[in-house]
C-alpha cells in the first residue's frame, strides 16, 4: 500500500484506522489545552511513530499563536510523507525500537508525543531516558494506550499481536521503570487518566464477535493517558 492510500484510511475518522487515531488526538489536544500550554511559551514537538504527521499538524493549527517546531519520527513503512504538504513538520525516518539515541538536540523540546507507541517499544526504559535527554527542563511526555489489561485481553482474543506489543504498561508500571532508571527525581507524573473511546463494532473482525459477548468488546473501549513532566 502506498503512502497516500494509507494516509487517506488513516484520515477517515469512522474508519478501521482512523477511528483510534481521532479519538487519541481529541485527548491530546484535551490534555495540552489543560495542562500544558499554560505553563509554554513556545511549543516544540516531537511525535514518535507519527507518520503522516497528523496527530502534531492539528496540534500545531490549534496552537498557531506559540507553535514553534515539529519533528516527526517514523519507520515510515509507506514512504516519507512530502514536506511541501505538511511543511510544519520535519520528518526523519528511523528505527525508533533500534536507533537510540536519537539525531536530535538535548534538552530543546519541551513537548514529546508517543500516541500508539509505547506499548510497542522493545526497549521502554532506555526510551524513557532519551526522551529525558531531549526534553526541557519543564518539558512534556505524553503516552497514549489502551489500557494495560485491555491489551492483555486482546491478545489472548489474539486482536493484538502479543509479538507487537512487548511493553503493556500502566500508571505503576511506568513509575516502576522511572525507579529503574534513576529517573523518579527527574520525572514526575504529572497526570494520568483512564478514558473511554466506545468501540465501533463494526471495525471488529467477524471472528470476535461470534464468541465474545458485546460486553466484553466494550472494553476495547478503555484507553489510558499519561504525563511526565521533567523537572
Known amino acids: 500500500m502506498k503512502f497516500d492510500q494509507y494516509a487517506a484510511l488513516r484520515s477517515d475518522n469512522d474508519g478501521i484506522i482512523g477511528y483510534g487515531l481521532s479519538r487519541r488526538t ?8 489543560q495542562v500544558i500550554v499554560k505553563d509554554i511559551k513556545s511549543l516544540k514537538v516531537i511525535d514518535f511513530g507519527c507518520y503522516d504527521g497528523a496527530m502534531a499538524l492539528k496540534l ?16 515510515f513503512p509507506h514512504g ?13 525516518k528511523r528505527d525508533l525500537w533500534k536507533e537510540i539515541p536519537y539525531p536530535l538536540e538535548a534538552e530543546h523540546y519541551n513537548l514529546l508525543i508517543a500516541s500508539a507507541f509505547f506499548k510497542h517499544h522493545r526497549a521502554p526504559e532506555r526510551f524513557l531516558q532519551e526522551c529525558h535527554r531531549l526534553l526541557d527542563k519543564g518539558g512534556f511526555l505524553i503516552m497514549l494506550d489502551p489500557c494495560s489489561w485491555v491489551v492483555q485481553v486482546g491478545m489472548v482474543l489474539k486482536y ?8 503493556v504498561w500502566n500508571k505503576k508500571s511506568v513509575a516502576a521503570m522511572l525507579n529503574k532508571t534513576g ?35 466494550q472494553i476495547f473501549g478503555l484507553h489510558q493517558s499519561i504525563i511526565l513532566r521533567k523537572i
Open 26 to 33: 481529541s485527548q491530546l489536544l484535551k490534555l495540552v489545552d
Open 60 to 75: 500545531a493549527n490549534r496552537n498557531k499563536d506559540i507553535f514553534t517546531e515539529a519533528v516527526g519520527m517514523d519507520i
Open 80 to 92: 516519507i510523507p512530502d514536506d511541501e504538504k505538511q511543511g510544519a513538520i520535519k520528518f526523519i
Open 160 to 167: 493484538f499481536i502479543r509479538e507487537d506489543n512487548s511493553n
Open 183 to 217: 529517573l523518579q527525581d527527574s520525572f514526575e507524573i504529572s497526570n494520568y487518566e483512564r478514558y473511554w473511546i466506545a468501540p465501533n463494532k463494526k471495525l471488529y473482525d467477524i471472528g470476535i464477535e461470534s464468541i465474545v459477548p458485546n460486553f466484553l468488546i
